[in-house]
Nanobody, 124 residues
Framework: QVQLVESGGGLVQAGDSLRLSCAASGRSFSQYAMGWFRQPPGKERELIAVISWSGRTTDYADSVKGRFTISRDNAKNTVYLQMNSLKPEDTAVYYC?????????????????WGQGTQVTVSS
């Protein structure tokens, strides 16, 4: 069992940066691949970044590639999402999620554990 708590969201201006954190409790964190998802207002939840259990493999949605970086510190049971050059279209509730699949997973239904979400609002 893994519990996830996101933090670091807020209101920023276009071009600013934010770093989201996702703290995990549970002894199996290092065995889980992790992902960051977001749900813009009125839209479906979408996958934006994934990372393998080791951190050696990552992948990104085209919409954030080159601007966002996912990383993890298994010693701290934490996964991060560094977001640079933020745009108004990045406004969404951001969720972290974990899957027992050790390599990366791009399939939302494979993620068993979810945080409560953190709001990111980017003003123009």
């Amino acid at each position: 069992q893994v519990q996830l708590v996101e933090s670091g969201g807020g209101l920023v201006q276009a071009g600013d940066s934010l770093r989201l954190s996702c703290a995990a409790s549970g002894r199996s964190f290092s065995q889980y691949a992790m992902g960051w998802f977001r749900q813009p207002p009125g839209k479906e939840r979408e996958l934006i970044a994934v990372i393998s259990w080791s951190g050696r493999t990552t992948d990104y949605a085209d919409s954030v590639k080159g601007r966002f970086t996912i990383s993890r510190d298994n010693a701290k049971n934490t996964v991060y999402l560094q977001m640079n050059s933020l745009k108004p279209e990045d406004t969404a509730v951001y969720y972290c999620a974990g899957t027992p699949i050790a390599t990366i997973s791009r399939k939302m239904h494979e993620y068993d554990y979810w945080g409560q979400g953190t709001q990111v609002t980017v003003s123009s």
